[in-house]
């Protein structure tokens, strides 16, 4: 269920108010909101490599450190789906729809492998290996000439194909914003104009240290930031327990 906007703003504002470090307007707030969750979904990825490296190290990790890489790893992907859909390719087959991030491509419903311009070389100069694409289709990254540009070339055991062939798109959250009325000089939460976070509920706490982080340059109060700074120390020193 996405984070509801008005939620976490008023416990931003309960927050600022509390430290006495003043009022955060709607129009600062969005701005913030907005950059924030970016940020938030921006680091899934990093978090996400990182997790997946840790994975696959040499086994001289507790059992416990792999099993909760993994955990880390399911539980990234799945804040990730909402965002995450297959598509065919465009450009005659060969360039990416229009997205964030790109994850896996698959051919008929295969994973396909990348592979270095070498590797494909090598591959299609053995009519053993190149049989063996027809289960194990393999992709290169290509950016071609001006003329025809192209971001990836698939393989299978028939040689260069276009058919059969999508891409894993991610696109970012949708812009979010805090509605409302003004009534008696005082605006007043809207939800009918209000858009909520496209973040799993669970990223809520995270919003809110990071907009009064950046509350805190906003209406130059570095305090406010240092607040924010010591609970986002806290959660992260939480995760690694």
Do not use: C
């Not at 040689?159 to 891409?167: D, F």
């Not at 939460?189 to 909520?196: D, F, M």
């Amino acid at each position: 269920m996405p984070v509801n906007i008005d939620t976490v703003y008023q416990r931003v504002l309960a927050l600022a108010n509390k430290e006495q470090r003043g009022y955060i307007t709607p129009q600062e707030f969005n701005l913030m909101a907005n950059q924030a969750q970016l940020e938030i979904f921006e680091q899934y990825f990093y978090d996400l490599d990182q997790f997946k490296r840790k994975q696959n190290a040499p086994a001289i990790q507790f059992k416990s450190e792999e099993t909760s890489s993994s955990e880390m790893v399911e539980l990234i992907q799945s804040k990730l789906a909402p965002f995450t859909t297959q598509m065919a390719m465009v450009g005659g087959g060969f360039l990416f729809p229009p997205n964030y991030r790109t994850g896996k491509i698959f051919h008929f419903g295969r994973e396909v492998k990348l592979v270095t311009i070498d590797e494909l070389q090598n591959i299609l100069a053995s009519t053993f290996h190149r049989q063996a694409l027809a289960m194990n289709p393999v992709y290169i990254r290509e950016f071609g000439a001006p003329l025809f540009p192209r971001d990836i070339e698939v393989y299978s055991n028939l040689g260069l194909t276009t058919a059969g062939v999508t891409v894993e798109i991610i696109t970012a959250p949708g812009i979010v914003a805090w509605g409302y009325n003004v009534i008696g000089e005082k605006a007043l939460y809207n939800a009918a104009t209000s858009t909520n976070f496209g973040l799993h509920d669970s990223e809520e706490s995270e919003l809110v240290t990071k907009i009064l982080a950046l509350a805190g340059i906003v209406i130059n109060k570095p305090g406010l930031s240092a607040v924010a700074g010591g609970q986002e120390v806290a959660r992260i020193q939480q995760q690694k327990l």
